[in-house]
């Protein structure tokens, strides 16, 4: 059985700084498309020899390297375009692929063959397999009633959909026509749905009766109906039923079928406002022997509009263009050497980018496994179960996840996972003691690629590399074309060090605009308040010498006191040494002219009392493995801490709760209730004791 290397097993990491953990075989890097795309891109004037050098001159020629991805790649224009990329005096206003049409859904189901496209697992259980085949037959068949309702080029389409093949069906029938894609995942709340489809105001409304959690089936019918009811303009709500039954919940009159309780095939509902469809009524609106089309659209034509989190007020929406699917391509094949005869999974939610990310893999004539339910249940191994039956050769998931199965001591070493060569993590910085947790107890010989870019571009400004080694606690490279930096604390901008993460470049993947932001104020505020040509991302790193990157916290949550600054993921990762602390987080609380370090911690034993031994001890652990300005000064315990519901911590919104400012959509957290444990709390209104560490 491997050995937990997590906090839970009280054991801190061997692994030193930089430690190399997996380095591909010089045969294996000759073969990957990396290098065949560096062989390739020689005919566009490149010279070097190796990744840095490509990436230099990816960023200093950034309009030659997408000409020759797209060519490399055979991404397909209806139209090809008259100019790559035209400049403006903002980034905001740069235009790529000028003059171009193109069709998104077009590229996605350019397969045609008998292999498998989707296969869905709902928790332990295999319910539907489909090739592309099937797929393209199902995508008509949408379109068709689609079109039937009156949708048309730039509509707006909304999902409340848990990660089921219909949702991937309905997504490219949608941007087939030219309409608008947004999704959310249905263990939102009634508020935080309205709160993101109530802005985009769409046309149809697409919502599974229920979704599966821990071998329960939850019903969508109420929250269904009462997000129709605060979403003015909809036309049609169409409710489709969960793949492969339905858990036996029984209907009012006792039978199980395709309807919701009570509910007709098709109604007018709320005094006649919108049509209440169920699938089979939806689809028999379609024209009979509907043949596929694909809408021939500007480059800049929306296709996906995204969210952002909502922690710190309504969330944003981001309206982005195909330029999401070609920056895709380009992070499957080159830096994930995704291939036709691969399998590929991540864990995500139709709420998170990841699922767009994950959906783009059909270019690549890949074969996708979606899950819905739970990660850890009916037990800690379902996912590697799944995995192992499906032979999957890329595995997606996140630090919260990795954490949860170290602590639950799961032995993996038995599973076969042959196919198994890659495993990457996002929505956290990935600390050393994971990279050791999956070494030792998941697999040694495989790449763990820790990825991080941000919805607002749905991408990666640092990414996995087949040609390039893993080190610890690190990401291996910054993403092709994507000109990374950091800004110090005096504003300069550097390529090497600690700061910020700027981006000095336009790439197609950032969003077209904000919507509901006629004159871009939002869109400049969120990035570009300082500089319309630099994109300030909100994330403080460090590049080094090497190459690799480390993510260490948003820039905007950074502790700051004595004007030094601490990326949070530090102390995190500190305190993962403490097998008696489950959980932390840290704010910066204004004192005395400064701001002081304020720790929070969740014990792993809830009935154990944090005692001054207790804080001692993290305070001394701190000033020995960081150094005394990151000591905490004051330390409290809490019953647990909110996360977003893509897993991140809400830093912004318990430092707003410790200082009792408004905090915006609660319902966009995981368990909001939690904050109330973070105000008015009276150890906050107090100096610590004279001689702190920590402590000016």
Same mark, same amino acid.
């Given at each position: ?308 989190? =909502?922690? &710190?007020?309504?969330?944003? $929406?981001?309206?982005? !263009?195909?330029? *999401? @699917?070609?920056?895709?391509?380009? +992070? ?120 991080? =870019?941000? &919805?607002?571009?749905?991408? $990666?400004?640092?990414? !996995?590399?087949? *040609? @390039?080694?893993?080190?610890?606690? +690190? ?222």
């Amino acid at each position: 059985m491997g050995l937990s290397v997590m906090k839970s097993a009280g054991q801190k990491t061997t692994l030193s700084e930089h430690q190399i953990l997996w380095q591909p075989a010089a045969d294996a890097c000759a073969s990957t498309q990396l290098k065949s795309f560096m062989e390739f891109v020689r005919q566009f004037g490149w010279e070097g020899q190796d990744y840095a050098a490509l990436h230099e001159w990816s960023v200093a020629r950034p309009a030659t390297f997408w000409q020759a991805f797209v060519s490399f790649s055979g991404i397909c224009f209806q139209e090809p375009a008259t100019q790559v990329f035209q400049a403006a005096n903002s980034m905001r206003n740069c235009r790529w692929f000028v003059g171009a049409r193109f069709n998104m859904a077009a590229n996605l189901l350019r397969h045609k063959t008998e292999k498998e496209a989707l296969v869905f697992y709902s928790e332990a259980e295999c319910r539907s397999r489909w090739t592309y085949t099937e797929l393209g037959r199902a995508v008509a068949r949408w379109q068709a009633a689609l079109l039937a309702l009156g949708l048309k080029p730039g509509d707006h389409v909304a999902a409340l959909m848990p990660n089921i093949p219909e949702t991937v069906i309905a997504m490219l029938a949608t941007t087939a026509i030219g309409a608008v894609w947004s999704s959310c995942s249905p263990d939102f709340g009634v508020r935080a749905v309205i709160d993101r489809f109530g802005q985009i105001k769409p046309r149809i409304l697409i919502a599974c009766e229920g979704y599966v959690f821990k071998g329960r089936f939850i019903t969508g019918h109420e929250l269904n109906h009462n997000v129709c009811a605060g979403l003015e303009d909809l036309q049609a709500l169409v409710t489709v039923p969960y793949p492969g039954g339905q858990f036996g919940r029984q209907g009012s009159d006792g039978d199980v079928d395709g309807l919701l309780p009570g509910q007709r095939a098709a109604s007018a509902t709320a005094a006649g406002r919108y049509l209440d469809l169920n699938l089979e009524a939806f689809l028999a609106q379609g024209a009979r022997n509907h043949e596929l089309y694909f809408e021939s659209l500007p480059f800049d034509h929306p296709v996906y509009i995204m969210y952002s989190s =909502g922690t &710190t007020g309504k969330p944003k $929406c981001l309206v982005q !263009g195909p330029g *999401v @699917l070609v920056n895709h391509v380009k +992070e499957h094949v080159l830096h994930g050497d995704l291939r036709p005869d691969d399998t590929i999974f991540y864990f995500t939610t139709c709420g998170w980018m990841m699922w767009n990310w994950l959906i783009s893999a059909l270019f690549v004539g890949s074969r996708i496994v979606l899950f819905d339910g739970n990660p850890l249940y009916p037990g800690p191994d379902v996912l590697w179960r799944m995995a192992a039956a499906e032979s999957v050769s890329i595995f997606g998931t996140s630090p919260k996840y990795l954490e949860a199965l170290a602590t639950s001591g799961t032995d993996l070493q038995s599973y076969a996972l042959e196919s198994l060569q890659v495993l990457l993590s996002t929505g956290a910085p990935l600390a050393r003691e994971q990279f050791e947790f999956v070494y030792k107890n998941i697999k040694a010989d495989l790449r763990l690629s820790s990825i991080a =870019g941000g &919805t607002d571009i749905n991408g $990666c400004f640092g990414i !996995g590399n087949p *040609v @390039l080694p893993v080190r610890a606690g +690190e990401l291996q490279c910054k993403a092709l074309a994507m000109d990374v930096r950091v800004r110090d604390e005096q504003g300069r901008i550097q390529m090497l060090g600690n700061g910020e993460l700027v981006c000095m470049h336009s790439s197609p993947s950032m969003p077209l605009f904000f919507l509901n932001d006629a004159d871009g104020s939002k869109y400049r505020a969120a990035y570009f308040e300082d500089d319309d040509t630099i994109w300030v991302h909100g994330d403080f790193i460090t590049i080094h010498p090497h190459g690799g990157l480390e993510f260490l916290g948003r820039s905007d949550a950074t502790l700051n006191p004595g004007g030094i600054r601490i990326g949070t993921a530090d102390l995190y990762s500190a305190l993962a040494d403490l097998n008696w602390i489950q959980d932390s987080v840290a704010i910066a609380q204004p004192w005395q002219s400064d701001v002081r370090v304020v720790l929070f911690v969740v014990l792993t034993d809830s009935s154990r009392h944090l005692s001054a031994a207790d804080v001692a001890t993290i305070q001394k652990h701190i000033r020995q493995v960081l150094s005394p300005r990151h000591v905490p000064a004051k330390v409290l315990s809490v019953s647990g801490i909110p996360y977003t519901r893509n897993g991140k911590k809400v830093e912004l919104a318990i430092r707003k709760a410790v200082l009792g400012e408004p905090i915006s959509n609660r319902s966009a957290m995981d368990r909001p209730e939690l904050l109330d444990e973070f105000m008015n709390r009276p150890e906050l209104s107090q100096a610590p004791a004279t001689g702190r560490a920590g402590c000016k």
